[in-house]
């Protein structure tokens, strides 16, 4: 049957124009509840979980622009195109949503499955400095508020900044071996074309997503491993979910890039903190999705299918 895909009916456009509206209503509203108090272009003192991983130099941007960050799609694309990514950021969260929801469905315990408060976790982190000879040293801990030794862990160390993570949900499993209980975490992406056979290729994932998930490590110290689970937005095929360990080197590497950054912007100098380009060609992965493009490599050709993909 042929039909007439552009009809004049102003009903038609009413309704277009509202969905339209309704995503970018629900999308400029942060998943972040420290966010939602910082008002319009004030600097942003605190971090989420992808920025643990994520360059330092666009983490400063991001916390020092305030909303008016350049973006790539400013004047290239329709305005239309625009809306649809703010759809296709809230599309992310129902993908996961239905993850987490076939886990439960399956009989499998998921921890405070149903409330989704249960999973902002608000990670203050504490920072310590030593000094052995000429070598001085840095040190990080975030004990649980409810934590019993919380004093004697925190003695010599001082506050510093916080990271507010995310999590998409934490199994409770049972060792097959041990018979105990363990925490499990789950990390859903649902992702593009392009980002699913990058994946398949190169068995890389990306540096924010692996950052994300020591967010979350950090978050809850009894999580013993995460799993990724990354899903085709367009097929609906699943790969086996990725095991990710927990890396110590790393958290304390880029707990020290945070640092870093939260000091640049509590003195407002970056350049006192080295916070500099962590990547060198427009075609880092990163740099291909960041809105700072230009700001570091002029003008680039903006490829369409890159331009968005899953953050959160
Ligand atoms: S374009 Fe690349 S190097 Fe520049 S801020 Fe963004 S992620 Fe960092």
Known sequence: MKIELNPIDPLSRLIYDKHKIGANVRSSVPPCTLCREVPEGAVRGHFH????????LKTYWDCTSGSTFEDPLEGRVSEDDIDARAAFLLDGHLHEENIIKNIAASGMNIMGYGNQDEYERKIQVYVRYTKNGEKS?????????????????LEGFEESFKIIAHLDGILE???????????????????????????????????IWYGQIHSYFISNHHIQRFYLFIKHRHTSQMMKPILIMRNDDYIKRRLTALHDVYSAILDDDPDKYGIKAEHTSPKDSECKFCPYKERCYGKVKVDLNTVYEEEE
């Open 173 to 207: 499993v049972k060792s097959k071996k041990t018979g105990k209980e363990m925490l499990a975490g789950v990390e859903c992406k649902a992702v593009k074309d392009y980002t699913w056979k990058k994946i398949k290729e190169t068995s890389e994932i990306s540096d």
């Open 49 to 56: 979980g992808s920025e643990l991983g994520q360059c330092k």
């Open 137 to 153: 040293s840095i040190d990080f801990t975030m004990p649980h508020n409810k934590a019993p030794n919380r004093d004697k862990v």
